[in-house]
């Protein structure tokens, strides 16, 4: 159940970042330029699925380190199989696909990837939810030796 819950939250990220990149095209790139728009909106995106992989773990409950790297993992590589997958079924040459891993280059793309990875990881060991106290019948009253 884990799996399935697991990849709705990743089909969700990748609405996200469709329209991410939607948004950087035809705004943020008009304003201020495609590099700088490049640069925003990927920082933008890590930090968001940071946050969003960091709160999806705490929603499933995930308490033990392993569980968390699982899921951040399989995130990640998700992520990075898609992210060539797709770029090759569009046409994209493999040295395109490489460019936006240039940290050289000042491409920061690589942020995105190991924010999936690291979100899980930093939400820490989630507590139980707490069982609720068992009812008690209520304590009889001691009788005294007055009359």
Do not use: Y
């Amino acid at each position: 159940m884990i799996a399935l819950k697991a990849a709705i939250f990743w089909c969700l990220l990748f609405v996200l970042a469709v329209l991410n990149g939607v948004a950087r095209q035809m705004v943020t790139a008009e304003m201020f330029g495609e590099a700088t728009a490049l640069l925003a909106h990927t920082v933008f995106l890590a930090a968001l699925f940071f946050v969003l992989a960091r709160g999806f773990t705490r929603m499933l409950g995930l308490a033990d380190f392993g569980s968390r790297l699982a899921l951040g993992l399989c995130l990640c590589v998700a992520t990075v199989l898609a992210e060539f997958a797709l770029g090759r079924a569009l046409g994209m040459t493999w040295e395109q696909l490489m460019a936006d891993w240039n940290l050289s280059e000042g491409r920061l793309w690589p942020l995105v990837p190991l924010a999936l990875l690291f979100g899980p990881l930093f939400a820490g060991p989630v507590a139980a939810p707490a069982k609720p106290a068992a009812r008690r019948a209520p304590r009889k009253k001691k009788a005294s030796g007055r009359k």
